[in-house]
């Protein structure tokens, strides 16, 4: 049997899921290690965006063993929106495939926010969502103001898509990025980690059969091929508060036209509302 090697050098890191997050992406990276052809470090290894003064040799110290035909793979979500990391990706890699899971984004903005919440980040305090994501339409024009929505708001920003794939569309070709359906992801994960496995060059090997609903949360758990069940942590499938239909409606309107100029960047469609 090979001796595991040590990823010998960061341009040999194969793929990286860059974003976006709240959208799925430890979903997804835990549901691709099914395949034995994948190896990733365990947590978010943030190299380009908060660790790339610690340099080339630390970056590759946070990869696993891979043994020759493994692909190294990594995901930190902060990259998609992180102003320095495609021209920093690009020069460690210009040939690296981006995979990129973006969900609906006002389901994304909801689950920002209640991750803050549970958090207890200080600025949220009591804050209902429709409070941070509204503004006043009463002819009181704001700046951070657009059709009623407050669009400063970061968890509202992070979900113009194609704002941040432009910077990254500087530097790599279209080819060069997956994008995947954070909400099929839920509904229907086997058909979105097959396409993973293919942009990745690897023989399918997860099935529908690979994963079970988890009776509590409704999300799907892997079944790995040792029948052995893996949900993700208390921090992934959490419950959102009920947002008020009209500021759905607002976000909606809001969002529609920011999601048609994302399509369009992309080629692809996907139907969120
Ligand atoms: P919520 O916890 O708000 O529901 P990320 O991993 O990028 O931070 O995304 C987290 C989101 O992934 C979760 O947000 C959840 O909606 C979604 N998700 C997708 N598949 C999931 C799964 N199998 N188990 C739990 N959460 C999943």
Known sequence: MDRPLKTSGPSLLNAIIIGVKKCGTRALLEFLKLNPKIKAPGPEVH?????????????????????????????SPAYFVGKLVPERVHKMNPRIKLIVVVRNPITRAISD????????RRHIGSTRFEDLATCP????????CSKGVSHNWNALKIGIYHRFLRKWLEYFPRKQFL???????????????????KFLGLTPTIKSTNFVKDPVKGFPCVKRFDATIHCLGKSKGRTHPKVMPDVIHRLEEFYQPENERFFELIGQRFKWF
């Open 113 to 120: 926010f209640t991750q803050a919440v549970t958090r207890k």
């Open 137 to 144: 339409t009463n002819g009181t024009r704001r700046a951070s």
């Open 179 to 197: 994008f995947i359906d954070g909400e099929r992801l839920i509904t229907d994960p086997a058909t979105e980690i097959r396409k993973a496995e």
């Open 47 to 75: 190299f380009f965006d908060k660790n790339y003064d610690l340099g080339y040799d630390w970056y590759r110290q946070q990869m696993p063993f891979t043994s020759p035909g493994q692909i190294t793979l990594e995901k």
